[in-house]
């Protein structure tokens, strides 16, 4: 069990949260996937300034402190890279190749977005808000610097639950978290979370930038042609955590676990397969079902007969969204939610006990923080400090 992040590249960092370390229902700060486009950038809180300009009626800046003076607002949320699980892809897709860690589940704690914005006074015609971090760099096919940014629409920047966002599991940000500020869209892929967040612009128009029409697009099919769709909110999806892929288990009773997340909905039921697709069953959900946010799956799955197995999930969302069977090409490296298939192989001889202790421990552990946190609202106004966190 890996109890360090899985490094990808290096320079600059994108690394994946060991998921076969995940024992709570809060991905720990340390452990929390990173993604980086470009180098950290280097900030000096004291001269840091988030500007707030476009269409508004009172352009202003806001230091770091009086932003944290502000009324606050904590959501829990699954938050997954666009790109993840693009190593499995054949034939091979660009981009970071990453396998299935590029996601997490956390607290967030931050102003909403709306409130800042209503002080500043959106104009009529406000269509999208520009979000701009510090960091800056280069891509291949695009050798002049530009910054990371991103454009979001002004429903969902107006929601609630949209947070600048301060601190995770109750500790300021960390730098490869977007330290002193990044900007947090619940239920949308990570790409939407604009991080080191200094600049907001409100556009009377459509935002074109390189990260949502070179890169983080997706085709989609429209009839008889196709549309060019900017990658937004995430899709239902599952994992299985336990058994892993080439394992041998014993004949008998064998727990299968995992996690399942469905973007902005609840996960309302994941089903699972021990026949390669053909048939399919309910598994047990355990702990909280809360928008935006992962849940714990397990099964126990009676083999009689020895052989070769492959075992497949599916999520579904609340809204009735189904994790798909196979990869979507007109996705490209995006939105990597199919069924992976996990290969076991089982026998008579094999010492069940050990495995079972392991399952019965990630179970027990994970059920019982998901549980203490259900008493809490999903969102709730509060204080936290630098330190108090999970």
Same mark, same amino acid.
């Given at each position: 069990m890996s109890t360090h992040r899985k490094i990808v590249t290096v320079e600059p960092e994108n690394s994946e949260t060991p998921l076969d370390a995940q024992s709570s229902w809060v991905t720990p700060n340390r452990l929390f996937f990173i993604r980086n486009h470009f180098p950290r950038p280097q900030i000096d809180l004291d001269t840091w300034r988030l500007s707030v300009e476009g269409c508004v009626r009172r352009p202003r800046q806001w230091t770091w402190d009086e932003l944290n003076e502000l009324p606050q607002r904590t959501v829990f949320a699954t938050?997954?890279?666009?790109?993840?699980?693009?190593?499995?892809?054949?034939?091979?897709?660009?981009?970071?190749?990453?396998?299935?860690?590029?996601?997490?589940?956390?607290?967030?704690?931050?102003?909403?977005?709306?409130?800042?914005?209503?002080?500043?006074?959106?104009?009529?015609?406000?269509?999208?808000?520009?979000?701009?971090?510090?960091?800056?760099?280069?891509?291949?096919?695009?050798?002049?610097p530009m910054h990371f940014e991103r454009g979001l629409p002004m429903q969902k920047a107006l929601h609630p639950d949209t947070l600048l966002a301060l601190r995770m599991n109750g500790e300021v940000l960390e730098p490869d978290h977007g330290f002193p500020l990044r900007l947090f869209v619940p239920g949308w892929y990570g790409v939407a979370s604009v991080k080191w967040l200094e600049r907001i612009e409100v556009l009377d128009r459509r935002f074109g930038g390189y990260f949502?029409?070179?890169?983080?697009?997706?085709?989609?099919?429209?009839?008889?042609?196709?549309?060019?769709?900017?990658?937004?909110?995430?899709?239902?999806?599952?994992?299985?955590?336990?058994?892993?892929?080439?394992? *041998?288990?014993?004949?008998?009773?064998?727990?299968?676990?995992g996690l399942a997340w469905a973007g902005e909905d609840a996960v309302a039921r994941v089903e699972?397969?021990?026949?390669?697709?053909?048939?399919?069953?309910?598994?047990?959900?355990?702990?909280?079902?809360?928008?935006?946010?992962?849940?714990?799956?397990?099964?126990?799955?009676?083999?009689?007969?020895?052989?070769?197995?492959?075992l497949k999930t599916r999520a579904v969302g609340e809204s009735g969204e189904t994790q798909p069977a196979d990869h979507d090409p007109l996705r490209g490296g995006y939105l990597i939610?199919?069924?992976?298939? *996990?290969?076991?192989?089982?026998?008579?001889? *094999?010492?069940?006990?050990?495995?079972?202790?392991?399952?019965?421990?990630?179970?027990?552990?994970?059920?019982?923080?998901?549980?203490?946190?259900?008493?809490?609202?999903?969102?709730?106004?509060?204080e936290c400090t630098a330190g108090a966190g999970i």
């Open positions: 938050v997954e890279c666009a790109g993840n699980g693009r190593s499995f892809l054949r034939p091979r897709e660009a981009g970071v190749q990453w396998a299935a860690g590029a996601v997490g589940h956390a607290e967030w704690t931050g102003v909403p977005l709306r409130d800042v914005l209503e002080q500043a006074g959106v104009g009529p015609g406000a269509m999208e808000v520009l979000c701009q971090g510090a960091d800056r760099g280069t891509e291949p096919d695009h050798p002049q949502q029409t070179t890169k983080y697009s997706v085709k989609q099919r429209r009839g008889d042609a196709l549309e060019t769709v900017v990658v937004g909110p995430m899709a239902a999806k599952s994992e299985i955590l336990r058994p892993r892929q080439g394992d *041998v288990l014993p004949l008998g009773a064998n727990r299968v676990v699972i397969s021990t026949n390669d697709g053909r048939d399919w069953r309910s598994a047990e959900l355990i702990g909280p079902r809360a928008a935006y946010s992962w849940i714990l799956w397990e099964t126990t799955w009676q083999v009689e007969v020895p052989g070769d197995y492959v939610t199919f069924s992976r298939p *996990v290969t076991v192989h089982v026998e008579a001889a *094999v010492g069940a006990e050990e495995q079972a202790t392991d399952w019965q421990t990630l179970l027990y552990d994970m059920n019982a923080f998901a549980e203490r946190n259900a008493r809490r609202p999903l969102d709730v106004d509060l």
